[in-house]
C-alpha cells in the first residue's frame, strides 16, 4: 500500500517526544572509556561551553572559543560567502578561531552517492581531520552538514567495533598520529544556536519585518538522530531548533509550511544521476509549497547541499513559469546581515541565483551603493593596492 506523502508528514507531526521511551548511550561516557582502556585519545572540551539539550534529552556541550573550522569543500567552492560570514560572526563577537591549512575533505559525498569506498578509509580521514584539530588545540566546529552527520555516523562505528578500531590505529600509525576523536561534534549552526542571544545583541538591523521559512538539513538531525538540538521552546522540541531558534531570537517571523519534512531534492545520488529530478524535488516539493503556503521573504538552511540546491535550482522552474523566486542563504549569511555585515564582502550574495535584491531592500540595506563599495575594493586588489577586502567595513 502506498501511503500519502502528507499522511507521513501528519504522523511525524504528530510524534510526541515524551511518548518516545527509547534512550541513546552517552557516546562521551563511551569515548572516556576507551581512552581509559589506551584504545584512542579524546579532545576534551575546554574553557567556557554552552549547554544544549538534544532530542531524547541528552545534555550537549558547546565550546564559546578557540574552535578549529572544519570548512566544507561545498561552501568553499559554491557558496564562499557561507563559511566568510561564520568567521566574521565569530570575529565580532571576539572569539579566536584557527582555519586550518591541512584540512582534508570529509569523503562523505563519495560514501553516499557512490558507495565506493569502505568504512576503514572513511573512518581513517575522520579521525585524520580530528587528530590535525587536536594537534593544534583547537576544538572542531564541522561546517558542513553531511560531515557533521558522517562523522557522527564514523564515531558510532569506532565505538562499537574494536576491530575498525584497530584498523584505524594501524593507519593513523603510518600518519604518526593517533586515533583521535573530540569529546562533542559539534556542527557550525548548532554553535550559533547557542550563541543566539550574543549574536542577537550585536544585532543592528530590524528584521521584525522579515518572513522566514526554514528547511532542516537531513544530514543533520536525520543521521544520529539523538545528537541534534531539540528545545521545548521551539516547536514545542519535536523539531531541530537551531535555525528556526536563531531566526526568531534575531526577531524574524518563521512560518510554516507542510513539506518542512522532505529533502531540500539534493539527495546526493541524485544530483549527479538525475538532476531534473532534484531540480523538480526542490522547486516544486519545497519552493512552490513555501510560496503558496508562506510566502516568505527567504529560505534559510544550514547545510551546503540545502543551499546550493534551493537556490539554484530555480532557475529551470523560472523558465517555466512556476510559482518560484525567493531568496536563499544559510542561517549564517542572515545572522551576518543583521549585524551589519556587508551583503558582497562578506556574505557574498553575488553567488547567488535567486533574487535576493528585495530582501536586502526589506532589511534596509541600499544594495547598489554596498555592490559599488565592492567593486571598488575588487578593483584595489586588482591593482595591487591591498591583498583583502576590508571585512570590518559595515556601513552599506
Not at 593513523?172 to 545583541?201: D, T
Not at 535555525?243 to 531534492?265: H, I, K, P
Amino acid at each position: 500500500m502506498t501511503i500519502p506523502v502528507e499522511a507521513l508528514l501528519r504522523k511525524k507531526s504528530e510524534f510526541s517526544r515524551t511518548e518516545d521511551r527509547r534512550t541513546l548511550e552517552d557516546p562521551r561516557a563511551e569515548l572516556l572509556e576507551l581512552e581509559e582502556r589506551g584504545e584512542l585519545v579524546v579532545q576534551k572540551i575546554s574553557g567556557e561551553a554552552v549547554t544544549v539539550p538534544t532530542k531524547y534529552g541528552r545534555e550537549k556541550r558547546i565550546q564559546k572559543a578557540h574552535l578549529w573550522h572544519h570548512k566544507s569543500c561545498g561552501q568553499c567552492g559554491h557558496i564562499p560567502g557561507y563559511s566568510t560570514s561564520i568567521f566574521w560572526i565569530m570575529r565580532k563577537l571576539g572569539y579566536d578561531y584557527h582555519d586550518p591549512k591541512d584540512q582534508t575533505s570529509c569523503t562523505a559525498w563519495n560514501y553516499y552517492a557512490s558507495a565506493t569506498s569502505n568504512v576503514a578509509a572513511q573512518a581513517a580521514v575522520a579521525v585524520r581531520n580530528f587528530a590535525a584539530a587536536e594537534q593544534t588545540g583547537y576544538f572542531p566546529l564541522i561546517h558542513c552538514g553531511t560531515s557533521y552527520g558522517h562523522y557522527k555516523e564514523v564515531r558510532e562505528e569506532l565505538i562499537l567495533h574494536p576491530e575498525l578500531r584497530a584498523e584505524v590505529r594501524e593507519i593513523m600509525g603510518k600518519l604518526g598520529k593517533q586515533l583521535v576523536l573530540p569529546e562533542e561534534i559539534v556542527h557550525y549552526s548548532e554553535w550559533l544556536y547557542a550563541m543566539r542571544h550574543e549574536i542577537a545583541a550585536l544585532q543592528v538591523r530590524d528584521f521584525s519585518d522579515i518572513k522566514v521559512t526554514v528547511h532542516p538539513a537531513c544530514h543533520y538531525y536525520k543521521l544520529v538522530e539523538g545528537d541534534a538540538i531539540y528545545d521545548p521552546d521551539v516547536y514545542g522540541g519535536q523539531r531541530t531548533a537551531v535555525v528556526t531558534g536563531l531566526a526568531q531570537r534575531l526577531g524574524a517571523e518563521v512560518r510554516e509550511y507542510s513539506t518542512w519534512f522532505d529533502c531540500c531534492g539534493f539527495g546526493f545520488r541524485h544530483i549527479l544521476v538525475q538532476r531534473d529530478f532534484t531540480r523538480s524535488f526542490a522547486t516544486l516539493r519545497k519552493i512552490e509549497v513555501m510560496k503558496e503556503e508562506a510566502d516568505p521573504d527567504v529560505v534559510l538552511t544550514h547545510d551546503t547541499g540545502c543551499v546550493t540546491t534551493l537556490d539554484k535550482s530555480q532557475f529551470a522552474a523560472q523558465a517555466h513559469d512556476r510559482n518560484v523566486g525567493v531568496a536563499v542563504m544559510s542561517e549564517a549569511q542572515f545572522a551576518a546581515l543583521a549585524m551589519g555585515a556587508h551583503p558582497y564582502k562578506v556574505c557574498q550574495l553575488h553567488w547567488h541565483s535567486a533574487n535576493y535584491r528585495p530582501l536586502l531592500e526589506k532589511m534596509g540595506i541600499d544594495w547598489e551603493k554596498a555592490w559599488a563599495e565592492f567593486e571598488a575594493d575588487v578593483a584595489r586588489l586588482e591593482r595591487g593596492e591591498k591583498r583583502y577586502l576590508d571585512w570590518d567595513d559595515v556601513d552599506s
